[in-house]
């Protein structure tokens, strides 16, 4: 239960006291600052407060978003201030000096307590949320006269219409924000007045997309139908439990994690589904969906690193970004750009489309050449900004950078000992191991050729982190990591040309995939790497590269198959559980919510 501290003299007909306790609230009334400081410290030290004005004069959207937002520890809008338990001490700190200002039995006036407390709190260095209110009214009236014209801007803003329309992510896709959203965000509302929360709606969104891939793996074409109804049908919720915690502001550690890692689930159990509709109709297209996945996941890693490398940077400009900035002028650009990067509306949308009316193999083909395209347009488009801007990263940025190249004891104990290199060449290192292990792999095959490529790969790895990732390309150190490991696993599973090992492939690259996802959500809930024991226990990168090289040269290929499939159920079980500890144990704690804004993925 959060509790709301009116202060100052009621106002006959305000609604604020009914509005207050529609959003939880259990409300209070203060006759002065000393009387606020008592009922403050009476309030539980885990629960928020909020102090309000009495002649506040708004819209009940307006007192949402200012006081029940659960992403911010201190908001503030005209007239009314709230703390939640993270920021308690200080507001209760700011509030004992106002307290303090009466003297000799006086009391200091309740009417701008509101507004005093949340200057103070800018003034002792505490991050005051205000939130953007558009067209929501939310005043302080100083007389009758302007106190009635407040009320009727309240009147003249639909306050519902609003805040349907805030449902809906800022920046989307051309697909998402023409086709999905006019009515999903409705679906949002519906879910939201019957009590359903966001995590209920993304599992929901799950388990549809994993009855879709059932429906392919039918590999009939009433299955395919069926599938892609069941695609876009997930997408539909996908989008709505995004909309439903904005509309109710439920946002959740727990639901940020929950909605990016099904996300990636969804869209990589459907390639299953499709592989194994395809091999019951004697079509093996398990390279193509093992492809599909590692060129998608490579591309979300430049995302990634790109976005981290210049979280915090200073004089981050460029020609390059300018140029953009200019064609955001023109309306209709925006558009296609936002299209030829593929996001996941257009992904999904030609994805269910192709699955319904044409064949598997054709639906991957559309698919790689798709991600292939958008993945030069973005990569080229970043490092065109890179290299034309002087921006100068922070010590953040480049330990975030280490934290996604995920390197093992193997890079870590040989980047300790190897000799200084000039920096600026960290990119062209992680390149060049990256090359040679993959093309070893398709030249070689399994050999002891590959294994001393693999080998070498290894010390370049380590070579490309034994400085701080701070230069202007190296941001592409993590994306070239990821397409040495998974590349040299999908290359290897096909050339061992005996049933089952590109399905065990698909499963280990899915595995360490999630891994690595997992690491970019901790990072943005600013949580931290994954446990330095996870990467060790997994080996790094490059110790499970050189490790799949070996095994593929030792083994025969069913025993390379099998041994794939033992290292991704060791892979996936140790990630796993320590994912769904660390999530489970955040959210319980309490860590601050997060839900994300960015790009469409």
């Given at each position: 239960m959060s509790?709301?501290?009116?202060?100052?003299?009621?106002?006959?007909?305000?609604?604020?006291?009914?509005?207050l306790r529609s959003l939880g609230f259990d409300v209070r009334v203060a006759t002065d600052a000393g009387d606020a400081e008592t009922l403050l410290a009476a309030v539980p030290a885990n629960e928020r407060v909020a102090i309000v004005d009495t002649r506040f004069v708004g819209h009940l959207h307006a007192l949402r978003l200012g006081l029940t937002d659960p992403r911010f520890p201190a908001a503030a809008l005209p007239g009314a201030v709230t703390a939640q338990p993270a920021a308690r001490r200080a507001l209760t700190r700011v509030l004992a000096r106002e307290s303090s200002m009466a003297t000799g039995g006086a009391t200091v006036v309740t009417g701008d307590l509101a507004e005093r407390i949340t200057e103070a709190l800018d003034a002792d260095g505490v991050p005051v949320h205000r939130p953007e209110l558009g067209t929501l009214v939310a005043v302080v009236p100083a007389d009758p006269q302007a106190r009635n014209e407040a009320r009727q801007a309240v009147l003249a803003v639909d306050d519902e219409a609003v805040r349907l329309r805030g449902a809906v992510k800022a920046r989307d896709g051309f697909f998402t924000t023409h086709f999905i959203s006019p009515y999903s965000r409705h679906l949002a509302r519906w879910c939201a007045r019957r009590g359903l929360t966001p995590n209920q709606v993304t599992t929901a969104s799950l388990l549809?997309?994993?009855?879709?891939?059932?429906?392919?793996?039918?590999?009939?074409?009433?299955?395919?139908?069926?599938?892609?109804?069941?695609?876009?049908?997930?997408?539909?919720?996908?989008?709505?439990?995004?909309?439903?915690?904005?509309?109710?502001?439920?946002?959740?550690?727990?639901g940020a994690w929950l909605d990016a890692t099904f996300?990636?689930?969804?869209?990589?159990?459907?390639?299953?589904?499709?592989?194994?509709?395809?091999?019951?109709?004697?079509?093996?297209?398990?390279?193509?969906?093992?492809?599909?996945?590692?060129?998608?996941?490579?591309?979300h890693v430049v995302d990634f690193s790109f976005n981290e490398a210049n979280h915090d940077a200073t004089a981050n400009t460029s020609?390059?970004?300018?140029?953009?900035?200019?064609?955001?002028a023109v309306g209709w650009t925006v558009w296609v750009r936002r299209m030829i990067v593929l996001p996941i509306g257009e992904r999904w949308a030609m994805i269910a489309v192709l699955t319904a009316a044409t064949t598997p193999r054709i639906t991957f083909y559309a698919l790689l050449i798709g991600c292939a395209f958008a993945a030069t347009y973005t990569t080229a488009g970043r490092v065109l900004r890179s290299v034309t801007r002087k921006?100068?990263?922070?010590?953040?940025?480049?330990?975030?950078?280490?934290?996604?190249?995920?390197?093992?004891?193997?890079?870590?104990?040989?980047?300790?000992?190897l000799p200084g290199k000039a920096r600026g060449t960290a990119f062209l290192s992680a390149a060049g191991g990256a090359l040679l292990v993959v093309l070893a792999a398709w030249a070689f095959g399994p050999s002891w050729q590959l294994v001393l490529c693999a080998g070498i790969s290894v010390l370049l790895a380590a070579e490309a982190v034994s400085h701080p990732l701070k230069s202007a390309l190296d941001w592409l150190v993590p994306p070239?990591?990821?397409?040495?490991?998974?590349?040299?696993?999908?290359?290897?599973?096909?050339?061992?040309?005996?049933?089952?090992a590109l399905p065990a492939a698909f499963g280990l690259v899915a595995a360490v995939a999630y891994h690595h996802y997992d690491t970019v959500y901790r990072i943005?809930?600013?949580?931290?790497?994954?446990?330095?024991?996870?990467?060790?226990?997994?080996?790094?990168h490059e110790g499970r590269t050189l490790l799949v090289t070996v095994l593929a040269t030792l083994l025969t290929a069913a025993q390379f198959k099998v041994a794939l499939t033992a290292l991704a159920g060791y892979v996936a079980l140790l990630v796993l559980a320590e994912s769904i500890r660390f999530w489970v144990a955040a959210h319980r704690a309490g860590a601050p919510a997060v839900h994300d804004e960015g790009e469409p993925a």
């Open positions: 509790t709301a501290i009116l202060t100052g003299q009621p106002v006959p007909g305000s609604s604020l006291e009914g509005d549809t997309a994993l009855i879709a891939a059932g429906c392919a793996a039918t590999g009939t074409r009433g299955g395919f139908v069926a599938a892609g109804v069941l695609l876009i049908l997930s997408f539909v919720l996908d989008c709505t439990d995004g909309q439903l915690a904005r509309y109710s502001l439920q946002y959740s550690t727990l996300d990636r689930a969804k869209e990589y159990a459907y390639y299953a589904g499709l592989a194994l509709g395809a091999a019951r109709g004697g079509d093996d297209v398990w390279a193509l969906a093992l492809g599909a996945m590692v060129l998608q996941t490579c591309r020609p390059t970004a300018a140029l953009s900035d200019r064609l955001d921006a100068r990263r922070t010590d953040r940025a480049a330990q975030a950078l280490a934290d996604l190249a995920d390197s093992g004891p193997l890079a870590e104990l040989l980047a300790a000992v070239f990591f990821r397409a040495a490991e998974y590349g040299t696993v999908l290359v290897l599973a096909a050339r061992a040309d005996v049933n089952g943005r809930g600013d949580a931290g790497a994954p446990p330095h024991w996870l990467v060790r226990a997994t080996g790094g």
